[in-house]
């Protein structure tokens, strides 16, 4: 069994779809399919009985949905801060962990207004940390729109 803490979870073991390699730096874990070990730990957080947890949150949050907490704030109509504290604090109101069950759960089941909703708000979060770079060649201006490096980072 592996101890899987991705994102800071605690609570999480790989009965198998991994593999521990030696490297010159000491040993390195691989997953199978990724993609779909992240789907199957929200799925089951979403499930859980009992309140998410902060970082349980963080993880549906970010590995998830793929929201920053400004955006999934937006979306719940508070604002990111809230969002921020919840996963800091480990303290999520139950009216927020429903929420998040439920956003998670139209997401990966590809409720069409719930993914529009959600990419919506991407968009928009990425079109606002966007920067546009001129650069200036023998007299010509030539407009180069690039993503920041916050945007890329989220």
């Not at 947890?53 to 590995?63: F, K, P």
């Not at 968009?123 to 200036?136: A, D, M, S, Y």
Request: aromatic letters at 8%.
């Amino acid at each position: 069994m592996y101890h899987y803490t991705d994102g800071g979870l605690r609570n999480v073991w790989l009965a198998n779809g991994f593999e521990i390699k030696k490297t010159p730096f000491g040993d390195a874990v691989t997953f199978h399919d990724s993609d779909g070990l992240t789907q199957a730990i929200c799925q089951a957080l979403a499930g859980k009985i009992g309140i998410l947890t902060g970082v349980e949150l963080r993880y549906i949050r970010s590995a998830g949905i793929g929201l920053s907490q400004p955006a999934l704030g937006k979306l719940m109509g508070i604002d990111g801060q809230s969002i921020a504290r919840w996963e800091k604090s480990g303290k999520v109101p139950r009216w927020a962990d429903k929420l998040v069950r439920l956003l998670y759960a139209g997401h990966a089941q590809g409720n069409e207004p719930i993914c529009r909703v959600i990419e919506r708000i991407k968009t928009v979060e990425r079109i606002v940390k966007q920067r546009i770079v001129v650069q200036e060649d023998r007299g010509h201006w030539t407009p180069n729109v690039q993503e920041s490096a916050d945007a890329v980072a989220a």
